[in-house]
């Protein structure tokens, strides 16, 4: 997916950049030396126009200055034609329009050139392009044949050089060998307890059901009630003192026995201080226990992600890592409404270029000399809309590559982030190319067929009784109107400007109203940006002044501009402003969040919390420590109480 992603791009950046190229060439109206798009014609004060095809021009004192001597023009009677060669208004044009069927022809190669030799291309049957195919399908391609590619997980791998892997195996805690330990814990805890506790419940019983018994017997059972209660406490304190649970059939003495009943004293004090101990540590200590939740909805989730509890700990891993933003990201645009008015249409073009004799010397400030201006307009417009489908369509096969969700929050920063860079990222590809377009016809000093930037003029040189005119280029330096001067020295300055207005058509000489905010100057193209919209808004009386100058109609089908729809730019705001924006009025974002959560496709969210054992857990691990302390204690209080016995002091009678 991302190589043929890739490839397109590629492909339809190359191809967008050489449409506006083509496009800026002709609304330019740039002059070739091969006269092909226009012809150089000096205008001589009898009224007639003398074409300038070669670098001179042969007059006699006689001549007429009307007979016109093309010396380095010379047509030879074998030509012929050439297969699939073409001739346009430019060479570009020229070279798409043909195809290369020549190129695989070795007699036709060797008859148009026949001082070097040079072989003719092989066709074969695996070629993606035809013989006939025109270049323009080709450069479409990039030249391009065969795209191999050449993907190797190894080397992949060698790059990433992991250092560690794990991964995640599901098994239940209880297995087999867990459920063992626990229950031989329990076992032993149970047992201490048991052989412990059974011997003095035994003895208590039998004791109440013997004074039970006599009770019974006993006629006056009301008054020996109060004794009975103390003779049972009293019974179990003298069991409590007489129990030895370290009797031994060896050591029966009566120093043995009292050392025996202390050190089960000892025992009993020790393993009941551990039990709350242990009891009083597991109420007060919180453990943390991991929560799982398969298939969580989206509330469910959000509800967690605003608990601060939980927040921390919460982990929701996508079970698809990676998702396009068109699945739940989308960003449309709203175009200037020049961009899709009545001004850049074809219709428009064509009638301000219907309004013109062909064979007139229009002024340079004249409308009528202008269709250039509103093509090139209409080709800005497209060149920008080509350029936002293009980035957009790539934009939106880009991948989001998350390995959990992410918080509501972070994801509408993060969509907005990837918007602003988007955004700016294409403002500055589409305006890279006509910085360095506007750059070269400026350095290059290109002339243009309004001759508003270099005047045609002639040099006049004797030779042998005879006038040799040599056609030369200077650079303008200034225009006259209205008995107003302007300096417009376009090897310099480039931006200068003269307001363009609407002459009356018969003599085309007469000013009848300058249009606010148009201008013209050395080049079309910068005379357009520096130019505003304000004269085609429907608070200006410009298609009718329009109609008066010239003659014509157009306020019947066209529509102005609306003054009362929203927008970010004023009415005078330059086009160079508009073209910095790409006539944009709006960048709408729209992120949906519930999208993003189905692509992400959550199986399940974990989280952790702190809370206290519950009762069956701690007398579960009291039992299970029980049988341990027990041991430890049976073992270790009689060697201790024997010690202390041995050392301690003996006191002497008196």
């Known amino acids: 997916m991302a190589i043929n992603d890739f490839q397109s791009n590629l492909i339809q950046t190359f191809h967008r950049s050489l449409t506006f190229l083509r496009t800026y060439t002709s609304s330019n109206q740039l002059i070739v030396a091969a006269n092909t798009a226009f012809s150089v014609y000096l205008y001589n004060y009898t009224g007639e126009l003398l074409a300038v095809t070669g670098d001179q021009i042969l007059l006699t004192e006689q001549e007429d200055l009307g007979q016109i001597n093309f010396a380095e023009f010379v047509q030879e009677n074998n030509s012929q034609l050439i297969s699939d060669w073409y001739v346009a208004c430019w060479s570009v044009e020229s070279l798409l329009l043909s195809s290369l069927t020549t190129f695989y022809n070795q007699s036709v190669l060797d008859h148009i050139v026949n001082t070097t030799k040079f072989s003719a291309l092989h066709f074969s049957n695996s070629n993606h392009f035809n013989l006939s195919t025109v270049i323009d399908n080709i450069m479409s391609k990039l030249f391009i044949e065969e795209w191999t590619s050449n993907i190797s997980y190894s080397l992949y791998y060698h790059l990433c050089k992991p250092l560690t892997c794990f991964y995640q195996v599901e098994k239940h805690r209880n297995n087999f060998l867990i459920s063992l330990i626990t229950l031989i814990g329990l076992l032993g805890g149970l047992s201490i307890m048991l052989r412990s506790s059974i011997p003095l419940v035994t003895r208590f019983i039998f004791y109440l ?67 709350l101990i242990i009891t009083a540590y597991n109420s007060i200590n919180k453990i943390s226990r991991t929560i799982v939740v398969n298939n969580p909805s989206l509330d469910s989730i959000e509800k967690w992600q605003a608990d601060s509890y939980i927040t921390s700990s919460l982990q929701c891993p996508c079970s698809q890592i990676s998702a396009p933003y068109q699945s739940f990201f989308h960003l449309t645009v709203t175009y200037h409404q020049i961009c899709s008015s009545d001004f850049i249409s074809s219709r428009w073009i064509a009638s301000l270029q219907n309004a013109t004799d062909p064979l007139a010397v229009l002024f340079i400030a004249n409308l009528r000399s202008h269709p250039d201006f509103f093509e090139l307009l209409r080709s800005l417009c497209t060149f920008a809309n080509n350029t936002i489908s293009s980035a957009l369509a790539g934009f939106s096969n880009t991948q989001l590559v998350t390995a959990a969700l ?16 988007f955004i700016q990222s294409t403002i500055s590809d589409f305006l890279r190319l006509k910085y360095i377009l506007s750059n070269l016809t400026q350095v290059n000093q290109f002339i243009t067929e309004a001759y508003s930037s270099f005047d045609v003029e002639l040099a006049n040189v004797s030779y042998e009784s005879s006038n040799i005119f040599y056609p030369y280029l200077t650079a303008s330096s200034y225009i006259s109107i209205s008995n107003q001067t302007v300096l417009c020295f376009c090897i310099t300055e480039i931006s200068c400007k003269i307001q363009i207005g609407a002459y009356i058509a018969a003599s085309y000489v007469i000013l009848l109203y300058p249009i606010p905010g148009m201008f013209t100057g050395c080049i079309p193209m910068s005379s357009l940006l520096v130019s505003t919209l304000e004269c085609f808004y429907d608070d200006s009386d410009y298609l009718s002044q329009i109609d008066k100058a010239m003659e014509t109609n157009l306020s019947s089908w066209v529509t102005h501009l609306r003054s009362h729809l929203s927008s970010q730019f004023l009415q005078n705001t330059t086009i160079y402003i508009l073209l910095e924006h790409m006539f944009l009025e709006v960048w709408a974002i729209n992120s949906l969040f519930e999208r993003y959560f189905n692509a992400c496709a959550v199986q399940s969210c974990s989280y952790m919390i702190l809370e206290n054992y519950v009762a069956i857990e701690i007398i579960t691990i009291l039992f299970g420590l029980i049988g341990g302390i027990s041991n430890a204690l049976i073992f270790t209080v009689p060697f201790c109480h024997a010690s202390f016995l041995r050392y301690r002091p003996i006191s002497s009678s008196p």
Request: hydrophobic share 50%; charged share 25%.
């Open 209 to 275: 059901v013997r004074r039970r018994r006599a009770a019974r017997q006993s006629a006056i059972a009301h008054l020996e009630l109060p004794w009975t209660k103390k003779r049972v406490l009293s019974t179990i304190i003298r069991i409590l003192v007489n129990l030895n649970l370290f009797k031994t059939a060896k050591r029966v003495q009566v120093r043995d026995l009292n050392q025996q009943r202390w050190s089960t004293h000892l025992f009993i004090i020790l393993l009941c201080a551990a039990i």
């Open 406 to 421: 992410l918080v509501r929050q972070v994801f509408d920063h993060q969509m907005n982030s990837v918007a602003d860079f």
